[in-house]
């Protein structure tokens, strides 16, 4: 069984920085493909930002792109999103995902394994 566990969200002002973290659990977290969520309120859940196996490939919500990095550490089992130039859209919770499948994905439907989310709050 996959455990996915995120952490570092929180409050922050517009224009500024976080760094959120996804641990994982399971001998096999190197093959996983991975991926970062968010879901505000009374909207969807949609992706953010996602990694293949090797960190080779990644892909990005356009509404991020040039602000939002994504990147993995297999030594450590973690996933990491660096959010920077954040603005008060950005306010949601933000959900760690893993598939058994190796590379990028970006339904929800394609992840079998969810985090229970941390919440990014980004005042004006």
């Known amino acids: 069984q996959v455990q996915v566990v995120e952490s570092g969200g929180g409050l922050v002002q517009a224009g500024g920085s976080l760094r959120l973290s996804c641990a994982a659990s399971g001998r096999t977290f190197r093959t996983y493909g991975m991926g970062w969520f968010r879901q505000a309120p009374g909207k969807e859940r949609d992706v953010v930002a996602a990694?293949?196996?090797?960190?080779?490939?990644?892909l990005y919500a356009d509404s991020v792109k040039g602000r939002f990095t994504i990147s993995r550490d297999g030594g450590k089992n973690t996933v990491y999103l660096q959010m920077t130039s954040l603005k008060p859209e950005d306010t949601a919770v933000y959900y760690c995902?893993?598939?058994?499948?190796?590379?990028?994905?970006?339904?929800?439907?394609?992840?079998?394994?969810w985090g229970q989310g941390t919440l990014v709050t980004v005042s004006a």
């Open positions: 995902a893993a598939r058994e499948a190796s590379g990028i994905a970006r339904k929800r439907s394609e992840y079998e394994y």
């Open positions: 990694i293949n196996w090797s960190g080779g490939s990644t």
